[in-house]
């Protein structure tokens, strides 16, 4: 287990959660402080992207002082500012980026920039420092679905990835047709239980890169079958719906993470991001990881959903390994994980 040793205050503002923690040691979390706009955004269907720039404009300020006396600290006992620089809303990420420079340059501490993704992977690491290396990371979020493999802290190796909609924005989009409201995700977790999964067959894309992923075909083939079924005049059943689609995509998570480990000779999973809250996901992996004699780890479901914990884990490591940002620094909206990970200096 890696021995870290630092304070590191981090800022997440991505999406629509304004986000300030404090990380001691890579393990320790002082302070967890999350402002989320869910409730602003649910009635125009999705987030609305100046509407999350301005609230976070509103908000940094007080996330940042609410961490600071939940930790019972200063600005002088931080070694290192962390932010999120990406991907994201481009206006939204801009507020923690230009929060976090001015804070970093102000009390002459070090910047450092993560990637969105590897703070979600490093939620498990922080809820779980004792996760031993090699591991293969399934990262399901709204914006990403990735098998990496992790050889050692900060090396990256990207097995699959969705080459349409991530697995997030599919559970969002169904919702969506099925009037669920959003963020849809948590909305199909909780209808899919009442239904039955092997009601209605929608499709697993399967693609010449057999580690890679597809979920728009099952979006649309969620949305053909609504349109049939009103065509026809007839009843739909919203619980079957979810739980169908919901088997369709977890079957292909289960199926593609599980021969990535095979083929790996891994051992060790981990799940990360905002659908790997989900529970019918978790029981899945549970069941196939005890069938196989795999550990897996996911972090609580607080730091599974977009915070700033997950980002000072991150950051911890990297402070660890000197990997700082200048003032250069800039928030990039769109950044693959596989891009960074190959501009990535070590
Ligand atoms: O990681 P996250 O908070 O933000 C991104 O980085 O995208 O993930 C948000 C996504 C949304 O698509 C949301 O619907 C989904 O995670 N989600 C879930 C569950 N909780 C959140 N999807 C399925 N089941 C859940 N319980
Ligand atoms: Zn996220």
New binding site residues.
């Given amino acids: 287990m890696k021995k870290l040793n630092s304070v590191i205050m981090a800022i997440e503002s991505s ?1 629509d959660e304004t986000a300030c923690a404090i990380i001691k040691d890579g393990t320790e979390i002082c302070a967890n402080v999350v402002s989320t706009q869910i409730k602003i955004h649910e009635k125009f269907g999705g987030v609305v992207p100046e509407i999350a720039s301005r609230k976070h404009l509103e908000y940094i300020d007080v996330v940042i002082e609410e961490a600071l006396d939940e930790a019972g600290l200063g600005f002088a006992d931080l070694d290192a500012i962390a932010v999120t620089m990406g991907p994201g809303l481009i206006g939204a990420l801009l507020v923690g980026l230009s929060t976090a420079k001015g804070l970093a340059y102000s009390i002459k501490k070090p910047l450092i920039g993560v990637h ?1 993704i590897e703070g ?1 992977i490093y939620a498990n690491f922080l809820a779980h420092p004792e996760i031993a290396l090699p591991c293969i990371c399934l990262v399901v ?3 990403h679905t990735n098998i990496v493999k992790i050889t050692e802290h900060g090396h990256y190796e990207i097995l699959g990835q969705t080459v349409d909609d991530a697995a ?2 599919a ?2 989009k169904v919702a969506r047709a099925i009037g669920l409201g959003y ?4 909305k ?2 909780r209808l899919a239980k009442e239904g039955n999964p092997k009601a209605i067959d929608f499709p697993r894309a399967q693609l010449d890169q057999p580690l890679n992923f597809s979920f728009s075909g099952l979006k649309s083939a969620v949305l053909n079958y609504l349109n049939q079924m009103q065509m026809k005049n007839a009843p739909v059943n919203d619980a079957d719906v979810a739980a169908s689609f919901q088997e369709a995509v977890v079957d292909v998570l289960v199926g593609h993470t599980i021969q990535a480990m095979e083929e790996n000779g891994i051992q060790t999973l981990l799940l990360a ?3 790997s ?2 529970s019918h996901l978790r029981d899945r992996f549970d069941a196939i990881c005890k069938e196989k004699g795999f550990a897996i780890y996911y972090p609580p479901l607080s730091l599974c ?2 915070n700033a914990a997950m980002i000072g884990a991150a950051a911890a490591y990297k402070f660890d390994r000197n990997e700082f940002s200048d003032y250069s620094l800039n928030a990039v909206a769109q950044l693959p994980f596989s891009e960074y990970v190959t501009t990535m200096k070590h």
């Fill in positions: 999406c969105h979600h979020s709204g914006g997030g924005e559970y969002d963020p849809g995700g948590p199909i977790d991001g905002g659908v809250a989900n959903t977009d």
